[in-house]
């Protein structure tokens, strides 16, 4: 467990199988929901291992994205909805914008860290050079919804190289993604003194999104290009396997530090708490702050990979999926956590740790929620 351990960040293991193949009210069950939430909690981050997880589905999904984005942009434009705010199909490089490069409390959390764990300077930063899909995984809700772009039909590719592979490979890797956040879900709201489906509940007619991402390395390749600036994540839970390329640095709440991301070989995935998540637990929880660059690592798998696999494409993917709480769902603070918020919040500027000035987490749908981030980023108009 020690070797685990190291590759993992030093961020706690959550063992899912313990929850699934055990009784409920059971002490291993219990101390590990607990260890779930405070993990949550304290580092806004955790490693989920799940046995029902195949790296062998991630890897097939890998290469099916890879040769997805190898296509000429024109045959990837086909797949552009912008008028549905780009929530499904594909969002080309140089379209999303980092948020924290005009946030004014996003800059504020840089400027607490200590200069030698600082994100790479977005300040001046451009739109991110990362072209993104979005397939939605949900179960349609049996109401008519408030937020129909938000919830809009899935798009398949046309290319007959990619469209026969396309379903079968995305609903494959996206249902293992989305079952195992579904049972983090689950252990979470139980270590949060919360019925055990309190949240899946909220987020059964979720948007969820597998949400691969794409930066071709060709042409940003070179050592510190920022693939995706310093941000938080807008949904609930965010959830990865592993990629090909390293490149994905995280801050975990309670250590200022910036950690390069490196998830065990094998049944395990990395999971970070979003906005929606720090907003239901009234700041509770708070959503982890992450980056995708070019680092040193990035660079010698780019050689590696140029060796080994000269006929492949040079293209780094991201294995991402994002679990969304229902569009129409109200989202407000549970009064029980928000409480427990202000007391951790205390505790820790009693420590010395200032974590800023109090957010307010006004009720508004989940829906406006997102809306409201969309157009931060530059994925939905200001109108």
Known sequence: MAATQELSMDLPIIDLDVFLHQPRDSPAVQEECARAAQALISYGALVLHDSRVSERDNDTFLDLLEDYFAQPEEALRRDERPELAYQIGVTLENTEKPKCAV????????????????????????????????????????????????????????????????????NQW?????????????????????????????GRYGPHLLAPTASDLRKYGAKDIILAGFHTDLNFLTIHGRSRY?????????????????????????VQAGKQLEHITGGLVKAGYHEVV???????VIEDRRARFPDRPLIRISSTFFWHLSSDYDLAPIPALAEQARRVRAEQLSLGKDEGDEVEYPPLKVGEQVQNELKHIALMATS
């Open 294 to 300: 070019v680092n040193e690592r990035t660079l010698e």
């Open 174 to 202: 996206g249902t293992a993604m989305k079952n195992a956040v579904e049972g983090l879900t689950q252990m979470a709201a139980v270590g949060l003194g919360l019925p055990a489906d309190t949240f899946k509940d909220a």
């Open 246 to 270: 390293p490149g994905l640095h995280i801050w975990a709440r309670n250590t200022g530090k910036r950690i390069p991301v490196k998830i065990p070989p094998g049944n395990y995935l990395l």
């Open 103 to 170: 946030d004014e409390p996003c800059l504020r959390v840089i400027e607490r860290l200590a200069p030698s764990e600082r994100p790479l300077d977005i300040s001046a930063h451009a739109p991110d050079p990362k072209c993104r899909f979005f397939w939605r995984m949900v179960e349609p809700p049996p109401y008519e919804t408030q937020f129909p772009a938000l919830n809009a039909p899935n798009i398949t590719p046309e290319a007959p190289h990619i469209r026969e592979r396309w379903g079968p490979v995305m």
